[in-house]
């Protein structure tokens, strides 16, 4: 059974504060198999950036399976700017060797299981006192279960009050998974 075997509404949300700076918990209780099924998530609305920052996982999610859908759900999320050519071959390229890097943002993926999400699917998208420095941006962050920092993404509101992506930073090189290392 894939990752991506089953879809479904998203549960309830979970909001938390721990000093001072505000954690989402972003909570799909199945993910989904398409491009259709995708936009039709409620988070698809992309009116706060914690939505769009948890989806860009989804959408990375998909690039080992489909390349070409993950290319249609990321221009989806940046709206009224698609990604470049240059964008494109830096996904391939952060693809070529290290396809469980998008899965390490959902909770309980971590080396040890070979990245293998906890259910119900979610991702923490947190901000920080300096998220909404530049107007019209919010740079939030992301924990992978497999680096020691959190991973910085850019949003940008546009004026038809939907949070776009902007940038992401979140495929830069992790622990490998434990199944590929001959010493564990």
Known sequence: ?????????????????????????????????????????????????????A??????CFYPQDKDTCIQMLNFLKGPQPLSTYEQQFLADRFRDADYVPRSYFVGAVPANDY??????????????????DSGYAKLYLQSGGADSPRPIQLRLAKDGKWYLWEQFLLAGIRPPESTNPWA
């Open 55 to 60: 989806l860009t996982v989804l959408a990375l």
């Open 116 to 133: 293998k999400p906890v259910q119900p699917y979610t991702v923490k998208v947190s901000e920080n006192p300096y998220s909404y420095q």
């Open 1 to 53: 059974m894939g990752l991506f075997d089953n879809i479904g509404s998203p549960a309830p949300q979970n909001v938390q504060q721990s000093s001072g700076n505000k954690t989402v918990d972003v909570v799909f209780t199945k993910l989904p198999d398409n491009f259709a099924e995708f936009t039709a998530l409620p988070q698809a609305a992309m009116d706060d950036p914690f939505k769009t920052a």
